[in-house]
């Protein structure tokens, strides 16, 4: 890994009508999960620009290959095998190594393996449903999964969630921290669900689409998804209040 | 014209859904073998983490006052000298026995949380006063579209907190409560309130 010095100026500021608000009706689960009163703003201090370090260390051989991670010896899980990969970058566009990304997802079929999951599609013996990595010194990850069936929830008496896969990820600051869902591109279902469009900007919803990126792909193996995430940046120069004028 | 800004936009958040156990706290969720422990599961200190110990407990309740059974809350905390364990910390060292990041899911029968840590040090501000020893939370759940970000201040602290910059300079002095947590012996109580005429500051960091 590149030895370059640790980053302590504060992150930029969150473009909060670029993520969803707190109060989607649509999504009716946020109804009552919503704060109602005005955040308070809070320029980042030492405990919001610091934050924990994860060695690979914590990451088994197959943490990456959902396609065997939860597999019988020998076997290995149902669906279309495919590799998703990208970088984690931060708004400059500087790319965020050491960064913890963990994944989880249904099932071909659409199934979650939780004991809260009712859908009546079956649960695929030879699939968890999750993984982690680490990115390298460029920001780079890769993991190989089948891809996830859509299914339908209890929120409207006929509302799918699109194929998806959801991503949580640390990068250097707690600030900076974020769970995501990835989306795959060409798919009908992403423009009709509900917690899709909890996201009032449509560009912000294109950033959430991986796209199939046939160069990539495994030969007789496995195609491939392509999917940056972007996490705040952080000021590029530190040049503090007056310490007697604030 | 201008040279142009060359700016990418963050990450649209999603919310972390209703199984965000299984990818987060595997073991907790019963999918085991893959992981050896849940990442931030157990306590955060052990015998040699400098500080006093205490035990961090609460709920999280929704606008009907129902609490959260599918939350995770991560925390994020100084050591008892108020360094933090991170690279850019550059004061001085942590306490190489204490992590200061931990992460724990609510029951699944009650949402009770809990987090066996160590009492924090005073931290500064970016004007270099002190803050008053806090710990961040980080709380993500179905329904709960962006993680929301707010802190516990300690009850035994009256005179540090008096004078934090940040709790000092909220407006509305009614909803500054919501910002401490309860002490009583080790055990300190922190409920966090998402809607109501108790809801709990929550921060746009």
Redesign the interface.
């Known amino acids: 890994m590149k030895n370059t010095p640790p980053e302590t100026t504060p992150f930029f500021a969150r473009d909060r009508d670029w993520h969803p608000p707190a109060f989607t009706p649509g999504y009716k689960t946020s109804v009552l999960r919503s704060p109602q009163r005005a955040l308070i703003s809070l320029e980042g201090t030492k405990s919001e620009i610091t934050g924990p370090v994860f060695g690979h260390n914590i990451l088994g051989e197959f943490d990456n290959d959902l396609i065997v991670n939860y597999a019988k010896p020998g076997e290995m899980a149902l669906g279309e095998r495919i590799l998703v990969y990208g970088r984690v970058i931060d708004e400059r566009g500087h790319g965020v190594p050491g960064a913890l990304v963990e994944f989880w997802q249904a099932n071909a079929g659409g199934r979650y393996r939780h004991k809260k999951e009712t859908y009546l599609a079956p649960l695929d013996p030879n699939f968890g449903g999750f993984g982690r990595t680490i990115t390298d010194e460029n920001g780079g990850y890769a993991f190989k999964t089948i891809k996830p069936g859509p299914y339908p929830w209890p929120n409207g008496v006929n509302d799918w969630r699109p194929a998806h896969i959801h991503f949580s990820v640390f990068g250097h600051g707690f600030a900076q921290r974020l769970i995501t869902q990835m989306y795959f591109e060409g798919d009908p279902m992403i423009w009709i669900c509900p917690i899709v469009k909890t996201i009032p900007d449509e560009n912000a919803i294109k950033g959430l689409i991986a796209a199939l990126d046939m160069q990539n792909t495994i030969p007789h193996d496995m195609r491939a998804y392509k999917f940056d995430i972007v996490l705040r940046g952080r000021r590029s120069t530190f040049f503090e209040n007056r310490k007697e004028g604030n | 014209m201008v040279q142009p800004l060359?700016?990418?936009?963050?990450?649209?958040?999603?919310?972390?859904?209703?199984?965000?156990?299984?990818?987060?706290t595997?073991n907790f969720?019963?999918?085991t073998?893959?992981?050896?422990t849940d990442?931030g599961s157990g306590s955060m200190v052990n015998d040699q983490t400098r500080g006093e110990r205490i035990t961090i407990r609460g709920f999280i309740y929704?606008?009907?006052m129902?609490p959260?059974k599918?939350a995770m809350i991560?925390i994020?905390?100084?050591d008892a000298d108020g360094f933090?364990?991170?690279?850019?910390?550059?004061?001085g060292k942590a306490d190489p026995n204490f992590?200061?990041?931990a992460r724990q899911p609510g029951d699944m029968a009650t949402g009770e949380f809990a987090f066996e840590t160590i009492k924090p040090g005073k931290?500064?501000?970016?004007?270099?006063r002190l803050?008053a020893p806090?710990v961040?939370f980080?709380v993500?759940?179905?329904?709960?579209?962006?993680?929301?970000?707010t802190?516990m201040y300690f009850s035994d602290e009256e005179e540090a907190n008096a004078v934090d910059?940040?709790l000092s300079r909220?407006e509305h002095r009614v909803?500054v409560p919501t910002l401490i947590g309860k002490r009583e012996g080790n055990t300190v109580t922190f409920n966090i309130y998402?809607?109501g005429e108790n809801?709990?500051?929550?921060?746009?960091?």
């Open positions: 060359t700016y990418f936009k963050e990450s649209a958040s999603q919310t972390a859904g209703p199984y965000v156990h299984i990818g987060c595997p969720s019963g999918i073998g893959v992981y050896d990442l929704d606008g009907t129902t959260l599918d991560e994020w905390q100084a933090y364990n991170s690279p850019s910390e550059t004061r992590f200061g990041w931290v500064p501000f970016r004007d270099g803050m806090h961040t980080w993500v759940a179905r329904g709960i579209n962006l993680g929301l970000n802190r910059p940040i909220i909803r998402l809607q809801e709990t500051i929550f921060f746009d960091i």
